[in-house]
């Protein structure tokens, strides 16, 4: 896909303002196949309730109840029929033996994509990083088809730009060489400049593996400022601060609304390789599977 990219609009310029009409049967074909992110907390039950059968369910990893949750809430999706990805976070993993129990999971239940994140537990068993775990676990006899990996155009607030970039590659790197399929699936972030120069940049340096853009779904303005702060989004709800006209429109309306982001970036998610569209729905599922059908009309 990326040799057919016109190498001027890959390396310079601002996210396109007009939208031409494949950008925009692109845009609706990536928001009618989203995947939806879910968090195992209370309201999870609701979410479950909510989504569209056989969706793509993205499950994360909590610090706090740890990778045994994700298994619990992936195996019980897997058995009403859905299609789960789940987070395996290399600083909750405790150790090799871990690593192994963890593979043998993935293949007998029968699932083909994992997300591998670094993770944010403070005190870490035998990873510190993703890097670490990955080279541990593509060892194993895992089974899987497809591993995605994070990325942050908006930033992390503890690693440098420097530090993320290569990390990003040398999971690339990995995953190349074990002859896996892979994505990276971006964090959470509001400024389309920030998201476009990024990739433009990443593809100039060998970024070749095709990315899922995460964006918030269709959220309470409350619910995305409170739950955005605590799952370390705190660089792009900065900038919602500093975006006199991003914070107006979330004031002035119930809800956020993906579109404010997917169409200033419609001409580069069609022309920079964005294939996919990770949602994050705080579980507020039900909001963001009635927009996405209503986009169809």
């Known amino acids: ?22 950008a925009r049967r692109h845009r609706i074909a990536l928001i009618k196949d989203l995947t939806f992110e879910v968090v195992p907390l209370k309201s999870l039950d609701a979410a479950e309730q909510a989504l569209p ?8 990893a909590s610090p706090t109840k740890g990778l045994d949750a994700t298994r619990e809430i992936a195996d019980r999706l897997l058995g009403k029929g859905f299609t789960v990805v789940p987070h ?21 239940s029968g699932i083909s994509t994992m997300f591998l994140i670094g993770g944010d537990a403070e005190e870490p068993g035998d990873y510190f990083d993703a890097v670490e775990f990955l080279s541990d676990f593509l060892d194993t006899d895992h089974g899987l088809t497809t ?40 964090q959470m ?24 853009l995460g964006l918030s779904g269709v959220v309470d303005r409350t619910k995305l400022l409170t739950m955005g702060a605590r799952l370390g989004i705190g660089q792009s709800l900065s900038y919602l601060r500093k975006n006199r006209k ?23 998610l069609l022309e920079l390789g964005v294939e996919a569209l990770h949602v994050f729905t705080f ?6 599977d009635e927009w996405r059908r209503a986009q169809q009309a």
Not at 53 to 60: D, F, L
Not at 98 to 105: C, D, M, R, V
Not at 283 to 288: D, E, L, R
């Open 189 to 212: 972030c509001f400024d389309p400049n920030t998201i476009a120069s990024w990739l433009r940049t990443e593809r100039a340096a060998g970024l070749t593996m095709p990315v899922h």
């Open 246 to 268: 991003a914070i107006t429109s979330m004031m002035t309306t119930a809800h956020y609304d993906p579109n404010d982001l997917l169409r200033p970036l419609s001409q580069d």
């Open 53 to 60: 059968p056989g969706a793509k369910v993205s499950i994360t």
């Open 88 to 108: 395996i976070s290399a600083r909750l993993v405790r150790d090799k033996l871990h690593t192994k129990e963890l593979a043998q999971w993935l293949r007998s």
């Open 147 to 186: 591993i995605g990996v994070a990325a942050y155009p908006d930033g992390h607030n503890l690693i440098s730009h420097a530090t993320m970039h290569e990390v990003l590659h040398a999971k690339q790197d990995l995953l190349s060489e074990a002859d896996l399929a892979s994505y990276c699936s971006t």
């Open 283 to 288: 579980n507020q599922v039900a909001a963001t």
């Open 1 to 22: 896909m990326l040799a057919r990219l016109p190498l001027i609009r890959r390396l310079i310029g601002a996210p396109s303002i007009s939208e031409s009409d494949e």
